[in-house]
């Protein structure tokens, strides 16, 4: 559970693999901490007022930089990144589906058509997800960040 502060680090993380939820509108405060304990998660935050809240574990990241958070949560709660990434909707957190190719093959961009053998839908959102380059830039990232 990452605090409202965290939704760029929630994202990437979701793109990880990490089970990342979010405050839903207009929940703040203790019902975040409370939420966290009741769904077993530990409250991720940048905020030292955070644990002054109900009995829930928190684990603190650094304030305004990304890398270091990431590295912050790989080092603490690791998990095989090569075998998760790209399984969570980075928007919702929804595990994705694979899906044939050419069910959704017009909404490909062509020159991506070529080079991937599988997609993957958000059950939720329905957005798509297919390895790309973008995807291989950003699997080299993850694993600089388990180094
Ligand atoms: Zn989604």
């Known amino acids: 559970m990452l605090d409202g502060m965290l939704v760029g680090l929630a994202r990437r993380l979701r793109l990880m693999g990490y089970d990342c939820a979010l405050p839903r509108p207009g929940e703040a405060g203790p019902a975040i901490a409370w939420r966290a304990r009741a769904e077993g998660r530990v409250l991720v ?6 644990l002054e809240r ?11 930089d990304l890398t270091a958070q990431v590295r ?3 080092r603490r709660f690791p998990i095989d990144v090569e075998r998760l990434a790209f399984t969570r909707c980075s ?7 694979t899906i044939p190719l050419n069910e959704v093959i017009t909404r490909i961009p062509p020159r991506a058509r070529e080079l991937i053998t599988e997609v993957r839908r958000c059950p939720q959102c329905g957005r798509l997800y297919w390895d790309g380059t973008h995807v291989e830039r950003m699997r080299k990232r993850m694993r600089e960040y388990t180094e």
């Not at 935050?45 to 955070?50: A, E, G, I, K, L």
């Not at 109900?54 to 650094?62: A, C, H, Q, S």
């Not at 928007?91 to 589906?97: F, H």
């Open 45 to 50: 935050t940048v905020s030292r007022t955070q």
């Open 54 to 64: 109900p009995p829930v574990e928190v684990f603190l990241v650094p304030e305004d």
């Open 72 to 74: 912050a949560i790989v």
């Open 91 to 97: 928007r919702d957190n929804t595990p994705l589906k």
